[in-house]
């Protein structure tokens, strides 16, 4: 993007040094220099944008003052037209200027679309494209479904002996004699005056 706003529309070489020249003669090397630089700066801020627009006309403000196109009910004037100027275009803009009536509905149609490429129904049609993206979804959710229970069946060995009811009491009997979290864990639950659950 550097490149292209360092490649972009300046203005001559001749019209800089005629600007600084003037500057010079005004205030001095200085204010040349620093004139020099606001100049520069002003003709290179959206130039990457201007760059990528090719020919086509700006014709209005836009998205935060880019000369851009979207289709948006937002802002429902692009910056700039949607294609740029052939001369069958001016001739239907000639003939626009005159009797709307003399002219026809492909002939308005083709100016439409010469500013605009869609319409707001066009746009704000709801597309089907979010049946797309649930197929993809739930294709992705099964396939890593189904690689979970793989893994556990092939991959992980059998459950490791503290698993079985003995040692899992056993843990449980060194908890209560701990007294571990005796505030809200199991060792709450445990009457130890009379030795048995609450």
Not at 20 to 27: E, I, L, M, N, T
Not at 77 to 102: H, L, N, S
Not at 143 to 161: E, G
Not at 166 to 189: C, D, F, V, W, Y
């Amino acid at each position: 993007m550097n490149s292209l706003r360092c490649a972009g529309c300046r203005l001559p070489g001749a019209a800089v040094a005629v600007i600084a020249g003037a500057a010079k003669s005004v205030g001095g090397a200085h204010r040349a220099r620093s004139a020099d630089l606001r100049l520069m700066r002003r003709f290179t801020h959206h130039d990457g944008t201007r760059v990528m627009s090719g020919k086509r006309e700006v014709v209005g403000y836009g998205v935060n003052g880019s000369p851009n196109y979207i289709d948006c009910s937002d802002f429902p004037f692009p910056a700039i037209r949607y294609r740029e100027v052939t001369p069958e275009i001016c001739a239907m803009r000639e003939k626009e200027q005159g009797d709307w009536k003399k002219l026809s509905l492909d002939e308005k149609k083709s100016l439409y679309r010469h500013s605009f490429c869609q319409t707001y129904a066009e746009f704000q049609y709801f597309m089907p494209e979010w049946k797309l993206a649930i197929g993809i979804t739930l294709w992705a959710i099964s396939f890593a479904m189904l690689i979970s229970l793989v893994s556990n069946v092939a991959i992980y060995d059998d459950l490791p002996i503290t698993y079985d009811d003995e040692h899992r009491q056993a843990q449980l009997r060194r908890i209560i004699q701990l007294q571990m979290n005796p505030i809200t864990g199991l060792s709450s639950k445990w009457d130890y005056s009379q030795n048995k659950w609450k």
